[in-house]
């Protein structure tokens, strides 16, 4: 047993020097560090919602057509719901390609009735995000939310992105929005995310919001 | 088993089983401590926790990479050695157990066959197949497991920082202690 305790001891205190450099490191790195007192996953995974009515149309954008691309119109582009029973409890509209295209191309983008939101973290948002959208880090959500806000319960209908796949982050963020009081049912949720509207070649914008600088996707 | 005592008199094996262990550990540590939010989501993966231990999940999320690179640290330079092997002795044995029951999960859920599954294990290694992690994880363990129960000192800051007068001599190749080994403090 004596063997024992002197091993046990040593690893007690490797464990807490562990834990307070972690949680030094944690408090210290306003970038990286994550708010430890919340659930930052659960209410995407459990959490469950009664369904609403899709998102309102615009008065005026502009409309996809079923190959993709973009033809004006008088009419708003209607968000295009995924398969209702992929997210039969979700309060969210989920949108495809297509439709979150069209948006971004109509006049409400351009006069800011409709926003798009990148859900990604600092490093993936300067290092390319869709032209014009905000930033809302769901894990450091305290940082962004006091300004993106007043310009949320404003817009027509926002669209919220990650890098789409398996990524529930704009899901998460969406949440976020809704938990503050935006209205769920203008909140769109584009599934396919960065890695698609990199993959279609659409513009890039790298750096902080509204930098001017663009890069094509692939 | 004479030859095995003297090669560990030797203090070579202990070298080489403290920086294979020690490097990994490093290695897989400092690759999360960086993001600990990708590290959050791994960890969620296995479950590990009843819901309402997110606090516990996202302390273990920043804490767990840097008491992994710390520990390697210092099994590296053989300091703590002991406390530090213990340490990944448990550490290992809750990995391959958490790798298994999620390999097992996906072998149910999906009907992979087990040599197919692959996943990011949140092991700092990304992607692996599970069949190549395990038996990777069963050899650090191994390693650990040297590290933890071999009585020499040589080649460690213990030995510089803390000399024992209490002890003996370090025994040599050429003269065998007489006694079983040193005796443990």
Redesign the interface.
């Known amino acids: 047993m004596?063997?024992l305790l002197?091993?046990?001891?040593?690893?007690?205190?490797?464990?807490a020097?562990?834990?307070a450099?972690?949680?030094g490191?944690?408090a210290a790195d306003e970038q990286?560090?994550?708010?430890?007192?919340?659930?930052?996953?659960?209410r995407a995974q459990?959490t469950r919602f009664p369904a609403t009515t899709p998102a309102p149309s615009p008065t005026t954008s502009a409309a996809a057509t079923p190959e993709g691309t973009v033809e004006a119109s008088a009419g708003a582009p209607e968000a295009t719901p995924a398969p209702a029973d992929e997210h039969p409890d979700s309060p969210f509209t989920f949108i495809d390609h297509a439709t979150a295209l069209a948006i971004y191309q109509g006049d409400a983008y351009l006069y800011g009735e409709d926003i798009f939101i990148d859900a990604r973290?600092d490093a993936h948002y300067t290092e390319g995000h869709i032209p014009g959208a905000y930033q809302l880090d769901h894990?450091r959500a305290d940082r962004y939310l006091p300004d993106l806000l007043p310009i949320c319960r404003s817009a027509l209908r926002i669209v919220v992105y990650c890098n789409g796949g398996s990524c529930e982050d704009s899901q998460l963020a969406a949440e976020d929005l809704m938990l503050e009081g935006i209205d769920p049912s203008k909140i769109l949720v584009y599934e396919a995310g960065i890695t698609e509207w990199r993959a279609q070649g659409l513009p890039l914008e790298v750096g902080e919001r509204s930098s001017g600088k663009y890069i094509n996707g692939e | 088993m004479n030859w095995l005592r003297r090669a560990d008199n030797s203090g070579i094996p202990l070298l080489l089983a403290r920086l294979i262990l020690g490097i990994t550990m490093v290695l897989m540590g400092w690759a999360k401590?960086?993001?600990?939010?990708a590290f959050?989501?791994l960890l969620?993966q296995y479950h590990l926790f009843p819901?309402g231990w997110?606090?516990v999940q996202?302390?273990l999320?920043?804490?767990?990479?840097?008491?992994?690179?710390?520990?390697g640290v210092?099994l590296i330079v053989g300091l703590?050695r002991?406390?530090?092997?213990?340490?990944f002795l448990?550490l290992l044995t809750g990995f391959t157990i958490a790798i298994i029951g999620r390999a097992m999960d996906i072998h149910q859920e999906q009907g992979i066959p087990y040599s197919q599954i692959h996943f990011d294990c949140g092991c700092g290694s990304g992607d692996v197949f599970v069949k190549v992690k395990v038996p990777e994880n069963i050899g650090l363990w191994l390693l650990s497991w040297i590290c933890?129960l071999s009585p020499t000192r040589r080649f460690t800051l213990d030995r510089v920082l803390f000399p024992d007068r209490r002890r003996p001599a370090e025994p040599t190749l050429d003269a065998p202690p007489t006694v079983a080994s040193e005796p443990?403090?």
């Open positions: 004596r063997r002197r091993p046990l001891l040593e690893a007690i205190v490797v464990v020097v562990g834990l450099v972690g949680l490191a944690n990286s560090g994550i708010a430890l007192s919340k659930d930052h996953l659960r459990t973290d894990y | 401590v960086g993001d600990p939010v959050l989501k969620d819901p997110y606090v996202n302390v999320a920043v804490c767990l990479p840097w008491i992994e690179t710390i520990a210092l703590f002991r406390g530090s092997a213990l340490l448990v933890l443990q403090s």
